[in-house]
């Protein structure tokens, strides 16, 4: 049976539940969900956006929903995959935090062998003690995530010439005589143009099958709805912003992103919505902010040796701050893999794809 369970479901009270009914089909099935204190209703505050290549976003919702089912033998008990190199954080050393887990919450916990395929198990007599176990689990699997670099991201290509020509060229103005701290690896390299929309951390081969799926479903599901193929999509890349308030002392550089078509820009924060909350319920992402804030990275410290090294963008804001790097179709949606930018040879290229969608 299906079940709608909150995130921190451990107390051992009584909680107030709200049921609502949802009908799908002719069949009508039941969501409970918290009853929470007027306190509780008030929106988390949420960071100002930052340059979010590097940075995970945080998402309160994820697994929201999923299945525990009643056994032959009257146990209730559910499955889920998590990524083997994350289960010794699950089992402890000589089991010691699985036995605390499975104390703690009065369930039987399975966990694979190592190098064996399989899906941790939690078994109970209750539904709410094994949502507990696994809400547990899945804490302990974000805590770790969250102390990983991203694998993945979701971009959008920018793949005009005319926007690689006068970055270049800008390139080329700015080291005529570069301001404090700014060198020519500052500079994002032309062929790698793109807009990001969420960055993810997938740990192996199940969770990009499920990556894969979570934008083919969000793609057929949203997307197509909101950005039909009949239309072409065009942006422009026109104008610098900083990521902080003190352009003397900046990390990230970037183009502002508009539209002729008054509705595009609305569309693509729609679509970034969407593919945000898709990618935060597969646990594969993490909401910090509000909403994506597009834009071309053109300048970023992330690419020195040295990644919290500044430089002052005053004098750049100054004289290029309406600087016109050209319009770009927006043709597709990619997945891809953070670190597969140079050929064989060494030859600087676009990303490695695992899936792109044509929009």
Do not use: W
């Amino acid at each position: 049976m299906s079940r709608h369970f909150p995130d921190f479901f451990t107390t051992r009270g009584p909680i107030p539940v709200t049921v609502k009914p949802l009908k799908f089909g002719n069949r009508t099935y039941y969501q409970t969900t918290l009853a929470l204190d007027e306190e509780s209703h008030s929106t988390p505050h949420l960071k100002p956006y930052m340059d979010n290549d590097d940075e995970m976003l945080d998402c309160a919702d994820m697994e929201e929903n999923y299945e525990i089912v009643l056994t032959k033998s009257g146990k209730f008990s559910t499955s889920f995959h998590v990524p083997s190199s994350l289960l010794p954080f699950i089992i402890g050393a000589k089991g010691s935090k699985l036995k605390t887990l499975q104390r703690n919450t009065n369930t039987t916990i399975k966990i694979p062998r190592m190098n064996e395929k399989g899906e941790v198990t939690i078994i109970g007599d209750t539904e709410r003690k094994v949502a507990s176990a696994r809400t547990q689990i899945s804490l302990i699997v974000t805590q770790r995530k969250d102390r990983l670099r991203p694998t993945h991201f979701i971009s959008i290509p920018l793949t005009s010439d005319l926007i690689k020509t006068n970055l270049l060229k800008f390139q080329d103005e700015v080291l005529k005589n570069p301001p404090r701290g700014v060198t020519d690896k500052h500079f994002q390299n032309p062929v790698k143009m793109h807009l990001t929309v969420v960055v993810l951390k997938i740990l192996d081969e199940e969770e990009l099958i499920l990556a894969k799926k979570t934008l083919q479903n969000c793609y057929d599901e949203v997307i197509a709805n909101i950005l039909p193929k009949s239309t072409k999509h065009i942006v422009t890349v026109k104008g610098l912003e900083i990521m902080n308030d003190d352009p003397s002392n900046v990390n990230v550089l970037y183009g502002k992103i508009t539209s002729e078509n008054d509705n595009l820009m609305d569309q693509l924060n729609k679509m970034s919505d969407a593919i945000v909350t898709y990618f935060c319920k597969a646990g594969l992402a993490k909401r910090e902010y509000e909403k994506v804030k597009f834009h071309m990275t053109v300048m970023n410290s992330s690419f020195l040796e040295d990644r919290k090294a500044t430089f002052d963008a005053t004098d750049i804001l100054r004289e290029y701050g309406d600087y016109y790097f050209g319009t770009s179709e927006l043709e597709r949606i990619d997945l891809c893999i953070r670190g597969t930018t140079k050929t064989d040879s060494g030859e600087i290229k676009y990303y490695d794809i695992a899936l792109n969608i044509t929009l």
